[in-house]
């Protein structure tokens, strides 16, 4: 008798190794491991996760390269809306599982699976994420959550492979860690406190240069709001720009605070993260965008931006109103044009200014604080009073009110 199929979302960790093992041997069920990349392993990690999966005896295993997908569909969008959530986060991890979970569940569904599974616990956003994708995009397969179902603790999970002969080095690490092309999330003992800060050493990315280090100026170039170039190098690939930029980032130890936000679930939750490449590519788009769109277009575009943010954070991103926010965010970014130069030091950076064609701040029209151009001081004693005209009747009807 054929055996039934179960896609399982591998990503090579203690988790999905426990899935891989109880799926095939308590439920008898043939093993699909399947990683959906977002481009933020190294062509080593992607290596060492498909030994493990081949090792654990699964039926096969696939990589699943979305980082382009990622970028249009997820990424390209937050840098359009300068997302942090919370002011704070670039919902770095969150938003790579939309990604994620649609290309397994439509891997699920090419395979014909019975199936489909992941390694996410009871206590996150991540469940809710991965159940409400994998029920959109293929709802005629079931859903299996064994952490989740089983409530297992970690040392249950650990008992439980080397019971089946699997002793992967699975030693409880002190910190988990969680990267990703649009930044990496630390968790820790610190970030179940309310008062404590993650130390130097739980991060992946050290401080590589000395504290007294002068800055470094680089240059970005945008194109409609997306990041083409850096430096006078132009790519057209936007996933390897990101990764670049990265890569120059990184040593400055760039990036790093803590988030706390309201889950999916309705807690509280805090993490730490960095995030080098997106808080400086937000920052300076948004520096750029200061320059060269009008006052109500900056001003609905945080309206929406935070909504879009928040939404795709919960993993609504199927919900038809994210197209409507989104057509009007790239229909913003049609003068986000220009290069804007950035100051990398020890742990922080400095957005210093721009270039552009399409900027607004040009001394022919005024400058500020300084000269009229195109107004005369009788002008502005008219606006002047005009302006504050509904006020100043409000008061004369009502006198009192102008001593409270």
């Known amino acids: 008798m054929e055996k039934k199929k179960v896609v399982l979302a591998f990503s090579g960790g203690l988790d999905t190794s426990y899935c ?20 933020g392993f190294s062509a080593e990690e992607l290596d060492k996760i498909e030994k493990r999966a081949l090792a654990l005896g699964v039926k096969s295993y696939v990589r699943l390269d979305v980082s382009h997908t990622y970028y249009e569909q997820s990424i390209k969008y937050m840098i359009f809306g300068n997302v942090l959530k919370n002011s704070t986060y670039p919902i770095s991890v969150s938003s790579e599982r939309i990604s994620q979970a649609t290309a397994i569940a439509r891997y699920a569904k090419e395979i014909g699976a019975d199936y489909l599974c992941h390694g996410s616990t009871g206590a996150g956003n991540d469940q809710v994420r991965f159940d409400m994708i994998f029920n959109i995009i293929a709802p005629e397969i079931e859903v299996i959550a064994l952490i989740r179902e089983k409530r297992l603790s970690r040392e249950e999970e650990i008992e439980y492979l ?4 699997v002793d992967f080095d699975f030693k409880k690490a002190e910190y988990s860690i969680n990267q990703g092309i649009w930044g990496t999330s630390v968790g820790g003992k610190e970030t179940l406190t309310s008062s404590e800060t993650l130390p130097e050493e739980a991060y992946p990315s050290q401080l590589k240069v000395a504290h007294d280090a002068p800055a470094k100026r680089i240059a970005l170039t945008f194109e409609k709001g997306e990041l083409v170039g850096i430096d006078g190098k132009h790519y057209d690939d936007k996933v390897k720009a990101i990764q670049d930029l990265q890569h120059i980032a990184a040593p400055y130890a760039i990036g790093r605070d803590m988030h706390v936000g309201d889950t999916i679930i309705g807690i509280k939750g805090r993490v730490g993260f960095e995030a ?3 808080m400086i590519i937000i920052k300076a788009h948004h520096m750029l965008e200061k320059h060269v769109l009008a006052k109500w277009q900056l001003f609905w575009k945080d309206q929406l931006s935070a909504f879009y943010g928040n939404y ?17 965010l790239e229909s913003s970014q049609r003068n986000v044009t220009g290069e804007v130069f950035v100051d990398l030091l020890p742990y922080r950076f400095v957005v210093v200014g ?51």
Do not use: C
């Open 162 to 165: 080397r019971s089946h002969g």
């Open 312 to 328: 795709l954070h919960e993993g609504q991103y199927y919900d038809p109103v994210m197209r409507d926010m989104e057509a009007f």
């Open 20 to 39: 891989a093992i109880y799926l095939a041997k308590e439920k008898g069920l043939e093993v699909y491991a399947a990683l959906a990349d977002t481009g």
């Open 276 to 278: 080098a490449a997106p």
């Open 354 to 404: 721009i270039e552009s064609k399409h900027d607004l701040m040009s001394n022919k029209f005024g400058a500020y604080g300084e000269t009229m151009s195109n107004w005369t001081s009788d002008d502005v004693k008219g606006f002047g009073r005009i302006f504050g005209n509904q006020n100043a009747i409000y008061y004369a009807v009502n006198p009192d009110e102008i001593e409270k």
